[in-house]
Structures are given as C-alpha cells and as structure tokens.
Nanobody
Framework: QVQLMESGGGSVQAGESLRLSCAAS????????MAWFRQAPGKKREGIAA????????WYADSVEGRFTMSRDNAKNTAYLQMDNLKPEDSAMYYC???????????????????WGQGTQVTVSS
C-alpha cells in the first residue's frame, strides 16, 4: 500500500499563490497516475488535476485550467500542484490520490483511486 502525504496548504489572500506537495512512500506502479482532488464543506469531492508518469500527460478541470500547474519529480516520488491567482472559491481541503492506469488519468473520478493522502487545507480570503 502506498502512503501519500500532502503538504503546503495554508491561508492566503486572493491573487496569491501556493504550492502543494504530495510525497509517495514508495516508487511503484501504484503511483503511475497521480491526481489532485479538493473538497469544500458541503460539496462533492472534485478532481482538478492529474498527471501520468511515463507520458507526462496532464489533465486539468476547467475550474483551474490556466491557474494551476501540476508537475512530478519521479526521482523523489513527489507530485506538486502550483496554484496561482487563487480565488476564494478555491478554498477547500486538497487531497492527493494515486493509482495505476493511464485510462483513469483524465477527467478523474475519485472512485478510480485506491491510494489517498490525509489532505491539506487551503483557505483563500478576499
């Protein structure tokens, strides 16, 4: 079982930036697809970004396209989410998820991921 640990959340003003990190405990096929989800209070968990390791292909939800950038450092088993021009509606708990297949690594669905981190809180004030 892969352990995932997020870090980098915090409280910022609208327009500022944050970079989240997701460190995986091991290098395995179970982290071929890594993704970021978020969940605000009272709302459904939303997939926002994903990246497949061997192809470095990326997917973004419309709500973050152009503002968020996902990257991976496979040597460190770590994925990152650079979040720029943050808005109050970006406030949520952010989760990292990972699993094997390439087919799950776009328009991501949380039901396809078996490995999850504990989450890191992002709060954006206006």
């Amino acid at each position: 079982q892969v352990q995932l640990m997020e870090s980098g959340g915090g409280s910022v003003q609208a327009g500022e930036s944050l970079r989240l990190s997701c460190a995986a405990s091991i290098d395995s096929a179970s982290t071929n697809c890594m993704a970021w989800f978020r969940q605000a209070p009272g709302k459904k968990r939303e997939g926002i970004a994903a990246m497949y390791t061997t192809e470095y292909s990326q997917w973004y939800a419309d709500s973050v396209e152009g503002r968020f950038t996902m990257s991976r450092d496979n040597a460190k088993n770590t994925a990152y989410l650079q979040m720029d021009n943050l808005k109050p509606e970006d406030s949520a708990m952010y989760y990292c998820a990972a699993d094997r297949g390439a087919s799950i690594c776009a328009d991501v669905d949380d039901e396809d991921f078996g490995n999850w981190g504990q989450g890191t809180q992002v709060t954006v004030s206006s």
